[in-house]
């Protein structure tokens, strides 16, 4: 996946969208930020959340931060490797490092992301 696939948020989450469901997960950008994640909270597989809604916490060696959900839907798989693992959102954030895949509730709510270079720009600021 090349993050020109992703859409993203100005909370830096990103998102990728498969068919009617999307991947979401925290950008390299958050991830430098926090620096080493030794902690994640999952949904439970089932949850539904609205936009904006907090969709994970994470736990790093700095703060807790919470993760906010970029669309609504139904939270439909986790990543359960995070458990174990939490430090692949540090090493893999666009890879092994997702957090949760979501069956999209409304297709017209991805229009209101941004792309990888609008992302780019807003990170620079």
């Known amino acids: 996946m090349t993050k020109q696939d992703l859409r993203?948020?100005?909370s830096h989450e990103w998102l990728k969208v498969e068919g009617t469901e999307a991947l979401i997960g925290l950008t390299d950008y958050a991830q430098?930020?926090?620096?080493d994640i030794v902690f994640v909270e999952l949904p439970a597989e089932g949850t539904h959340v609205?936009?904006?809604?907090?969709?994970?916490?994470?736990?790093s060696v700095k703060s807790v931060s919470e993760?906010?959900?970029?669309?609504?839907g139904d939270v439909v798989d986790v990543n359960a490797a995070l458990e174990d693992s939490p430090d692949l959102i540090?090493?893999?954030?666009?890879?092994d490092g997702w957090m949760v895949r979501v069956k999209l509730e409304d297709m017209s709510s991805l229009?209101?992301?941004?792309?990888?270079?609008?992302?780019?720009e807003h990170t620079k600021g």
């Open 50 to 59: 609205s936009a904006g809604d907090v969709l994970t916490t994470v736990e």
């Open 111 to 120: 229009d209101g992301l941004m792309t990888a270079d609008a992302y780019e």
């Open 8 to 10: 993203f948020t100005k």
């Open 90 to 95: 540090n090493s893999d954030p666009y890879g």
């Open 32 to 35: 430098g930020e926090l620096g």
């Open 67 to 72: 993760v906010y959900a970029p669309v609504a």
